[in-house]
C-alpha cells in the first residue's frame, strides 16, 4: 500500500509512520511543521520507501502518486496556553486544520478511492458528564470556551467525515484519541508528560495545575500505534468512532509521584492554577475496541515512563534540549 500521513513530522506521525514502513508499505508524509519536528524524521531519510512533502494541509493537497489510505493526523494537540505549541496560541491554524485540512484530506481519500482514518480526540467529550467515556456519549462542549478552538474543529471534523462516508461511500475510520505519550512528543510541548519529566530531569519543581486531583488515562505511543494499525488492516465496513486509549487511571498528584520515583528526581510540586476548561476526569471506555479488534493496552504506566524518561534524558544529556 501506498500511505499519506499528515501530521508526518509529530509524535504520533512520525511513530505511523516507522510502523506503517516496518510493514513494508511506502509512506508519503506531509507536514508544514508548525508544531511538529524534522528531526523526528531524519533517521528516514535515507528510506527509499519513504518520502516527504512539507505542505499546509489547510491549502489543496497535491499528492504526486495514487495513494491507497489517507491518515490524517495534522493538526496542533497541545492545550497549554504556556507552551508556544498550545492550540489556543494557535487558535486559528487549529481550525483551519480540523476543518480545511480534513476537508482537502477527504478530497485526496475519495480522487484515489482510498481509507482514510481521521485522529480525532478524546476532546470531543469536552467536559465529560459521563464516565469512563462511551463512543456513543455526545460530549460536553462550552463552543466559545478557550478550549473550543480544537474541540469543535475535531467535532466538525467528524461530521464532515461521516458526510462522506455516507454521501460519497469513502472508507472512513474515526478514532477518538486518549492522552497518549512517548518519545517524540516535543520537549516545550507543554502537555503534562514532557512538562513532568523535563521538570524532574532539571531538578525543577513540578507543576501541578489545579489540586492535581483531576484525572487521565495514559497510553503509550507503541500501543496506539500498534490499534491504529490493527484498524486500518480490517476490511470490514466501520466508520467508527472508536475510542483507543489506556484506561487505567491516575490523578494528577499520582502522575508527578510516579515520575519523581522513577527519574529519582527530588523535585517538589508546586500547585499552579488550573487552565480554564479542564476536564476534571477522562477515562476510555475500550470495550469496542476489545470486541471488534482484540486491541487493548500493554503497556503499563511505569514501563512506558522509563522509555518515555531515557528519550528525554537523552536529548537533555546531549545538549538537544
Ligand atoms: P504533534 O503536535 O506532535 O503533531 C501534529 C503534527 O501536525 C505536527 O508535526 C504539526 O507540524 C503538524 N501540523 C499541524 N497543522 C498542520 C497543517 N496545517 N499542515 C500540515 N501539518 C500540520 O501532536 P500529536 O500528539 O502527534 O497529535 C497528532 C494528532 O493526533 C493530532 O491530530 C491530534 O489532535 C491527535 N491527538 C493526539 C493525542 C495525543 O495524546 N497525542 C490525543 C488526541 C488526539
Ligand atoms: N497539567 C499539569 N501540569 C502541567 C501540564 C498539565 O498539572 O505542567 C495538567 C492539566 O491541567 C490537565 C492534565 O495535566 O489537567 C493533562 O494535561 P495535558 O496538557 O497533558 O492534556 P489534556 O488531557 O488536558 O488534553
Redesign the pocket.
Known sequence: MRILI?????????HLCDRFLREGHEVIG????????PQ?LAHLAADQNFSFIR????NFIFVPKKVDAVL???????PNPLSP?GYTN?PI??M???AL?TLNALGVAKANNARFLL?????IYGMPLEHPQKESYFGNVDTIGIRSV?DEA?RFAESLTMAYYRFHGVDTRIV??????GP???LD?G?VVPNFIQQALRKEPLTVYGDGQQTRSF?Y?DD?IAGFQQLMATPDDFPGPMNLGNPNEFTIVELANRVLALTGSRSKLVFEPMPADDPRQRKPDIGLAKSMLGWEPKVQLDAGLTRTIEYFDGLISRGLA
Request: aromatic share 12%.
Open positions: 499528515t501530521g508526518a513530522a509529530g509524535f504520533l506521525g512520525s506531509m507536514d508544514n511543521f508548525i508544531t511538529g519536528n523526528n505542505h499546509d494541509v489547510s490524517h493526523f495534522a493538526s496542533p494537540a497541545s505549541y494557535l491554524q487549529t483551519k486544520a480540523g485540512g485522529a480525532s480526540t478524546s476532546e480544537y475535531k477518538r484519541i486518549f492522552n497518549t505519550y517524540r512528543m516535543h510541548d502537555r497510553c505511543v496506539l
